[in-house]
């Protein structure tokens, strides 16, 4: 007999745009730290700083998935609108995917490893 655990997998299903919010959110500060302090630093990809291509890259990449979260929360909505998992989802999915927009802002805004 098999018992099937059903507290803990909705809950981390729920969670997961909050967890990939929080992995971006310090990953691209510890890339940012560390490659300012090697050669990727000086280099350039296309005329743009390698720095800030890869920062770029990592938060198109992490804001498509979190963007498919909120697509597959708003789909569970539809398919099924009682109860509050369905609205905790979205309105997870929502809060996370506008933190990632927010951390990504600076990205754009600022230079690359200021000396």
Known sequence: ???EDRFFQPLLDANAPLILWGVYLFGIYAFSAVACDTALANREWGGLPAVSVM??????L?????LSMLWRALL???RQ???LLPF???GI???ATLGIVWCA???FLMTSCIK
């Open 1 to 3: 007999m098999r018992h």
């Open 76 to 78: 569970g909505l539809q």
């Open 88 to 90: 905790a989802r979205l």
């Open 105 to 107: 802002v600076p990205v």
């Open 81 to 83: 609108p009682q109860g």
């Open 93 to 95: 999915a929502i809060l």
């Open 55 to 60: 920062l770029v890259a990592i938060s198109a």
């Open 62 to 66: 992490v804001l498509v998935a979190a």
